[in-house]
């Protein structure tokens, strides 16, 4: 891989994290996340209260790619059709018609996934998953590029459904956007007098150029000593938690970890690269005992004790 692709898709990439901090104040650290993780072709969870952005985050990254956007409310009543489409008997024609559902977009807002029944849940989940979705025999494939945000609302849970540990694995991170402090609320409030910056944020890369970084990130360079070192945090939570991370979460860190790195203009990965991706990529994949801590608690853990030379 050239020096000069890596540093092409990096550039893209400050470029569209700058852009989204028109719309999105503060939260430099959660946008890094989450455009990492688009680099690495994986998908978000945004848990969190209500208002505090969520949607405009979502906006903003396709705003910023010139990316097709979609937004899905998730309701009780939702049902998988909704998501994926359906075949509708065309009378003229006496033939069906698929009309395509909004999954088939580049950037799909799931929001506040955990609101639907578990079938309808794992309609998008498996949208992610495959990157295809089937209706009545038929596979059809969604666009490339496919990169889903879900929310789940972090205060009611009456008439919620939980997203269970096998559907939470298939995000590669899980951010909180959380209330902005006093200066940045300030801030909001002076930007969103007349009109919403949303409605007039540019973008400033296009679907092709994602794209391009996406297969810049995908062939980071990342050593036997480095993957070793994610087998051995990942280990560490199978051992100190009552629910480890999985090979899929390692696959995420990985993934990630070549994200950060392409935003560092490197077409290789360093410790520090996933060091930095633990927390999100990890935590929501630990389940530990009652009165034993949190899962955040035993990341915090295996970035001190695993030492990333054995």
Do not use: W
Request: hydrophobic content about 40%; aromatic content about 6%.
């Amino acid at each position: 891989m050239s020096q000069h692709t890596t540093a092409t898709a990096g550039e893209t990439a400050r470029r569209v994290i700058d852009n989204i901090g028109e719309v999105i104040v503060g939260n430099e650290n959660s946008i890094e996340h989450l455009v990492v993780a688009l680099l690495g072709r994986g998908h978000v969870l945004l848990e969190d209260v209500p208002g505090v952005g969520k949607t405009m985050l979502a906006r903003a990254v396709a705003t910023s790619f010139e990316c097709e956007f979609k937004r899905v409310q998730f309701t009780p009543d939702l049902l998988p059709a909704d998501i994926t489409g359906v075949n509708v008997f065309d009378q003229a024609d006496q033939t069906f018609e698929f009309r395509p559902g909004p999954v088939f977009a580049n950037v799909v807002l799931g929001d506040e996934i955990n609101r639907a029944p578990p079938k309808t849940q794992a309609a998008l989940l498996e949208a992610m998953e495959e990157q295809q979705v089937t209706a009545d025999g038929t596979t059809r494939t969604l666009p490339e590029p496919f990169f889903v945000v879900a929310t789940q609302n972090s205060v009611e849970r009456d008439r919620t459904y939980e997203l269970p540990a096998a559907e939470l694995d298939r995000f590669a991170v899980k951010l909180s956007l959380g209330y902005p402090d006093p200066d940045d609320e300030t801030e909001i409030l002076g930007r969103v007098v007349g009109e919403h910056p949303i409605e007039t944020l540019e973008p400033v890369a296009t679907t092709e150029d994602l794209v391009a970084a996406q297969t810049t990130t995908a062939e980071v360079t990342v050593s036997e000593e480095v993957r070793d070192y994610v087998t051995r945090l990942a280990g560490y939570t199978r051992e100190n938690a009552q629910l480890g991370v999985s090979p899929r979460g390692s696959v995420a860190l990985l993934q990630a970890a070549q994200g950060r790195a392409v935003l560092n203009d490197r077409d290789y990965v360093l410790p520090d690269d996933i060091q930095q991706e633990t927390r999100p990529v990890f935590t929501h994949r630990i389940r530990v005992a009652r009165g034993e801590g949190d899962p955040g608690d035993v990341v915090v853990s295996a970035l001190e004790a695993v030492p990333v030379e054995r």
